[in-house]
């Protein structure tokens, strides 16, 4: 057997002993669970409640041990004393707690990431182990220390190698899901991921630079750190698209952790989602910050003195409401610093008692109770009452706000007279139109303001002392028994008795609009403005985020282009830390290059100084005389690249970024073409998958942000830059578009376009 095979042999010996403690333990887990889901719900609550409670935690630990399978293990450290330690994804122990598997999360296991020749401590040699399956099909071997014997060792059984793994990665074909890193981390990588989660942690990184992969790591490397912390109060994952949030979200779960909620901006808020876009005026309009005052404007003005006043009859004698009564009224109401609906109950209960009063005052003998407590209810079923009353302090829900202030010109600029006469133009829109998905943060920002909706108030109380009952009894189960503080606890028994399963936390702070994160990550996030970001921190009060995002993709005309403006504001000077991932792991040198070339050109600030990779022909460039030909071009070079890249398993992924206008055309050439290139059945088979995991895509610039292909087709780049609403995000759209390809970038353009934009 060759020095390479045996050292195969001998890997596959430690990988079988890791997977078969794995089956055990979910062996040992699915047993546990029947048999306590066999125990049927007999006995005092007390004892269901313990069953609940260890099949909760048995289901959680099954869920674990099932999303670990593929590469469980991926590496090992060897010290100067011969003693070896096997990194995966999890940690695992043999029935004597002996270790098998250090999970990568631990401390110990940090050498595998961070350690260097000049700074290694007692880790002599850095083994990566590659796997197919459960198979062991490579091992690399990285060195640390060039006076150990390992290094002949490694040498002699060809084994001995730089960053094969991480290149070899790099390399496969892209599937439509993004796969975890935790085998290739690289160290300047793991030191964000392993960062103090008390504050706010920015990484700013060019196209490829891994920064997405870094936040969801550093996700479970917190959930796995500050497990208690976080176990209740759960991870949000907000991300530019539902296209990108489907690309994430295998990640978490393949690295162990599953219930983090992952949003959009526009699906932020439960039950309600936003589908239509602003121009990029207006939705920079709404970003502003000064939007919070126009949303508190737009609620003041409905606690007001109405201009008329009713006199009401009560028992034959005239009460008169007065205006001083309505202010006064008014003042308590806002002295409870409770959200307007809430403290509308203060309004309407003080102004209910002034005009009984003025009822009383009138007799000219003391009323009994029962007497004023009869006019009390006259006023309170008066409709001239209820009119006048709701004049002065108006119920109302968020959605309903939102679609007055912009249907009503004259209002939106008593509210915001900050707005010119074109600003105001550009914002108003019929009512009843469908919200925005610049509209939800500022929707947020009301439903803050107002509290719960008046329609549903009585379903929220109704709630609420159901909750309050289920609390007490579940303190008064747990006393009884004597128990409480051990593995049962009183939010446990609640949670089990509402059928909560294993994603209880994610499912709860999902339909909770006032649930507050432990932790939030935030991708692509220069393209939030001020008033996406008050969203954020209202649902994160410890400020505790993981922020990536790159300034020179910026195409939102209210996002971020220089970070310290928009994180100082937030967090604080001191609160927050900039780190800068710096090498570009996905494109080739030469798109890179010239990405960054014209980025630089255009005056965007470009943080990537480095491509690993170098593919000879990279980057190709079609010119055609004119758009009578562009299409046949394109649909030619994109069934060309499906043929290359595009593989019936289901792995390749070729993208072609046009403007807007050009997207059905095009689309519609390519398909047409596609079956002559690839099949009838193959084509139909692309042509049925949904644009998320649609293996050849027609689309836009802005629905790529974030996602990568194994090849790329730009059309048009003089007429991206043309429809873009001013320069600077024009070449940040241009940025991007060029920057998603792993293999191979095309520009097709007619002559014209080459004139206007000299690329």
């Known amino acids: 057997m060759s020095g390479f095979s045996s050292q195969l042999h001998e890997e596959q010996q430690a990988v079988d002993r890791a997977y078969n403690r794995l089956d055990a333990l979910r062996a040992q887990n699915r047993s546990r669970l029947d048999t306590v889901r066999a125990a049927g719900s007999h006995g005092s609550p007390t004892q269901r409640t313990e069953r609940d409670s260890f099949a909760t935690m048995y289901e959680d630990r099954l869920t674990q041990l099932r999303a670990v399978e593929d590469r469980l293990v991926f590496g090992r450290l060897d010290d100067v004393h011969g003693k070896r330690r096997y990194i995966g994804r999890i940690g695992l122990a043999d029935e004597k707690h002996e270790p098998i598997l250090t999970d990568w999360r631990a401390e110990a296991a940090r050498p595998f990431y961070e350690a260097t020749p000049s700074n290694h401590g007692d880790i002599v040699m850095r083994r990566h182990i590659t796997l197919n399956f459960r198979e062991v099909v490579g091992v690399e071997d990285e060195v640390l220390d060039i006076h150990s014997e390992q290094v002949g060792k490694a040498s002699s059984a060809g084994t001995l190698t730089g960053e094969g793994a991480l290149l070899a990665s790099l390399s496969s074909r892209r599937t439509g899901k993004m796969t975890d890193i935790v085998a290739t981390i690289q160290a300047e990588q793991d030191r964000i991921i392993r960062s103090d989660m008390a504050h706010a942690v920015i990484v700013q990184g060019g196209p490829g630079t891994g920064k997405t992969a870094v936040a969801l790591h550093r996700a479970a490397y917190l959930l796995y750190t500050h497990r208690n912390t976080l176990q ?138 029962t007497e004023l407590s009869q006019a009390l209810s006259q006023l309170r079923m008066n409709d001239k009452v209820r009119i006048a009353l709701n004049l002065a302090w108006l119920p109302m829900n968020g959605p309903w706000l939102i679609d007055h202030l912009w249907a009503n ?149 209210g996002g971020t282009r220089r970070w310290n403006s928009t994180m100082d504001r937030l967090f604080g000077e001191h609160n927050w830390e900039l780190n800068e991932l710096t090498i570009n792991y996905r494109n080739p040198q030469e798109v890179s290059h010239l990405a960054s070339r014209f980025a630089q050109h255009e005056g965007l600030y470009i943080s990537t100084v480095n491509a690993v990779r170098t593919i000879p022909d990279a980057v190709q460039r079609v010119t055609v005389k004119d758009q009578a030909a562009l299409s046949d071009e394109v649909a030619r070079v994109a069934t060309q690249l499906a043929q290359r890249f595009v593989s019936a398993d289901g792995t390749g992924r070729v993208a072609v970024i046009a403007p807007d206008s050009y997207l059905d055309t095009l689309s519609n050439a390519i398909l047409s073409r596609l079956p002559d290139a690839l099949g009838q059945e193959e084509a139909a088979r692309i042509a049925r998958q949904k644009e998320w995991d649609a293996q050849v895509v027609v689309t836009s610039t802005e629905a790529v942000k974030g996602l990568e292909f194994d090849a790329v087709v730009v059309v048009q780049p003089g007429r991206i830059e043309e429809d873009a609403p001013s320069r600077l995000v024009a070449a940040a759209d241009l940025y991007v578009a060029m920057t998603r390809p792993t293999q191979q970038l095309f520009i097709v353009r007619t002559d014209d376009d080459e004139i206007a934009l000299n690329l």
């Open 232 to 369: 209740r109060s759960g991870v949000l994952v907000v991300g530019p698209s539902s296209t990108f949030l489907h690309y994430i979200d295998q990640v978490l779960p393949s690295l162990g952790e599953t219930g983090v909620v992952s949003r959009t901006i526009a699906d932020l808020i439960p039950g309600i989602t936003a589908t239509a876009h602003d121009a990029p005026r207006a939705a920079m309009l709404k970003g502003d910050r000064r939007m919070a005052q126009v949303i508190a404007n737009a609620v003041a003005a409905r606690e007001r003195v109405p201009r008329d006043l009713p006199t009401i009859h009560v028992n034959g004698l005239a009460v008169r409401m007065t205006a001083t009564d309505v202010q006064h009224a008014i003042e308590q109401a806002k002295r409870t610093r409770q959200p307007h609906n809430k403290a509308r109950d203060t309004f309407v209960q003080s102004m209910l008692m002034s005009l009984r009063d003025r009822y009383a005052e009138q007799l000219d003998y003391t009323p009994s109770q």
């Open 409 to 557: 010109p004259a209002r939106l600029r008593a509210y915001a007279p900050w707005l010119s006469d074109e600003d105001i133009a550009t914002l108003t829109r019929p009512k009843g139109s469908p919200l925005t998905v610049s509209d939800i943060p500022l929707l947020d920002e009301a439903m803050e303001l107002l509290g719960t909706d008046p329609k549903t108030a009585a379903q929220q109380a109704a709630r609420d002392a159901k909750r309050a009952e289920e609390e007490q009894f579940a303190r008064d189960t747990l006393a009884q028994a004597g128990i409480g503080s051990g593995i049962v606890t009183s939010q446990m028994l609640i949670d089990h008795m509402n059928g909560a399963g294993d994603e209880m936390t994610a499912q709860r702070a999902a339909a909770d609009r006032e649930w507050t994160y432990g932790h939030i990550v935030v991708d692509e996030a220069q393209e939030l403005t001020a008033m996406d970001w008050r969203m954020l921190i209202r649902r994160c009060p410890s400020r505790s985020f993981t922020i990536v995002g790159d300034v020179a993709q910026t195409a939102a005309l």
